[in-house]
């Protein structure tokens, strides 16, 4: 089932989507159940997801129920969970990155990006002149859909409710300026007693990656039931109509479940909470990547497809804005 948060005639709901991509209101589809099903008005799409299979096997029975005027085309669209407890996202998580690595960890390097980032399908992108470079990264989401804490990676897709698209927006021109070179201090391991300084290079994703509009998520949440391996679905992402990236998640260097599992033995993952995978770049068949679409450079809009997930479009706008004065004088 595909699902989404939408405006529609001034109101925020949730809804189900049809092939047409008009939408369905889950509350209009439960009221036309006799008898009534025993669920609350559903505001949030936090609230379906803590329906559980529950309430998704009482919309699909709903939805042959439903007339031709139940169908609307949305105004706006919403990422599909509007405010996630945390967005956890895997870095250089594509095979294609191997080769650029001079030393790497042997497991899932992530961060955390703020919900405050997050837009919809269909929302612009902005950009500020002195974000400097600025490039969207396509990759595939997943969407918990309980509570999750040290599970094992063979049970771990059993903690997805479903799947999205997440453009996973990058500022570069920011991670070169927030770049650290320095001497860290740590307590030597055969005497700890003493300390000894070693030479480290650091950038904090604060700027570069959790930007306002640095996270589109959307336009469907997909249940997990519709995706029958989220280890092989094609990629595709197009900027002003161009391809700019064919890929597949079949090459992450980290499964899906190896993904979820270990994050788990850090975060507890909730309900609503989203993971995105990495970034599908590999380049189009005219050699254009990701790394071309500097949005300083090159308009929008920005397209990204993922097999059974639909298309994501983004728009870019560019705000003339300078960085205020933020020192104290």
Same mark, same amino acid.
């Given at each position: 089932?595909?699902?989404?948060?939408?405006?529609?005639? #001034?109101?925020?709901?949730?809804?189900?989507?049809?092939? #047409?991509?008009?939408?369905?209101?889950? %509350?209009?589809?439960?009221?036309?159940?006799?008898?009534?099903?025993?669920?609350?008005?559903?505001?949030?799409?936090?609230? /379906?997801?803590? $329906?559980?299979?529950?309430?998704?096997?009482l919309l699909q029975r709903a939805l042959a129920l439903?007339?031709?005027?139940?169908? *609307?085309?949305?105004?706006?669209?919403?990422? +599909?969970?509007?405010?996630?407890?945390?967005?956890?996202?895997?870095?250089?998580?594509?095979?294609?990155?191997?080769?650029?690595?001079?030393?790497?960890?042997?497991?899932?390097?992530?961060?955390?990006?703020?919900?405050?980032?997050?837009?919809?399908?269909?929302?612009?992108?902005?950009?500020? +002149?002195?974000?400097? !470079?600025?490039?969207?990264?396509?990759?595939?989401?997943?969407?918990?859909?309980?509570?999750?804490? #040290?599970?094992?990676?063979?049970?771990?897709?059993?903690?997805?409710?479903?799947?999205?698209?997440?453009?996973?927006?990058?500022?570069?021109?920011?991670?070169?300026?927030?770049?650290?070179?320095?001497?860290? /201090?740590?307590?030597?391991?055969?005497?700890?007693?003493?300390?000894?300084? /070693?030479?480290?290079?650091?950038?904090?994703?604060?700027?570069?990656?959790?930007?306002?509009? *640095?996270?589109?998520?959307?336009?469907?949440?997909?249940?997990? #039931?519709?995706?029958?391996?989220?280890?092989?679905?094609?990629? %595709?992402?197009?900027?002003?109509?161009?391809?700019?990236?064919?890929?597949?998640?079949?090459?992450? %260097?980290?499964?899906?479940?190896?993904?979820?599992?270990?994050?788990?033995?850090?975060?507890?993952? %909730?309900?609503?909470?989203? /993971?995105?995978?990495?970034?599908?770049?590999?380049? !189009?068949?005219?050699?254009?990547?990701?790394?071309?679409?500097?949005?300083?450079?090159?308009?929008?809009?920005?397209?990204?497809?993922?097999? $059974?997930?639909?298309?994501?479009?983004?728009?870019?706008?560019?705000?003339?804005?300078?960085?205020?004065?933020?020192?104290?004088?």
């Amino acid at each position: 089932m595909r699902l989404a948060s939408v405006k529609h005639r #001034d109101r925020d709901v949730v809804g189900v989507g049809l092939p #047409d991509d008009s939408v369905i209101e889950v %509350n209009s589809l439960l009221a036309r159940m006799q008898p009534p099903p025993p669920f609350a008005k559903l505001a949030t799409m936090l609230d /379906v997801i803590r $329906g559980g299979e529950e309430l998704l096997h009482l919309l699909q029975r709903a939805l042959a129920l439903a007339g031709r005027d139940d169908h *609307f085309v949305p105004d706006a669209w919403y990422p +599909p969970v509007r405010e996630p407890g945390k967005i956890c996202a895997v870095a250089m998580n594509n095979s294609a990155s191997n080769e650029r690595k001079i030393s790497a960890p042997d497991h899932p390097a992530f961060f955390l990006k703020p919900p405050s980032c997050l837009i919809g399908h269909l929302e612009p992108i902005r950009v500020r +002149p002195y974000y400097g !470079s600025v490039h969207p990264e396509p990759e595939l989401a997943a969407v918990i859909g309980k509570t999750t804490r #040290d599970i094992p990676a063979r049970s771990a897709l059993d903690a997805v409710y479903g799947y999205s698209i997440f453009d996973d927006v990058t500022g570069n021109g920011m991670r070169a300026e927030d770049m650290v070179h320095y001497w860290a /201090v740590y307590a030597k391991k055969d005497n700890p007693n003493e300390t000894e300084r /070693v030479e480290q290079h650091l950038s904090y994703a604060a700027r570069y990656k959790g930007s306002d509009s *640095f996270g589109v998520l959307g336009p469907w949440l997909v249940t997990k #039931d519709e995706i029958a391996d989220p280890d092989a679905l094609d990629v %595709n992402c197009r900027i002003h109509g161009e391809v700019i990236a064919e890929d597949s998640t079949r090459y992450y %260097n980290y499964k899906v479940a190896e993904v979820i599992s270990y994050l788990s033995h850090f975060h507890t993952l %909730n309900a609503g909470d989203v /993971v995105s995978f990495g970034t599908a770049f590999k380049p !189009s068949a005219s050699r254009k990547s990701i790394h071309h679409a500097d949005f300083q450079r090159v308009s929008g809009p920005v397209e990204i497809s993922i097999a $059974g997930l639909g298309t994501q479009r983004s728009p870019v706008v560019i705000e003339n804005k300078e960085l205020g004065q933020w020192r104290v004088r």
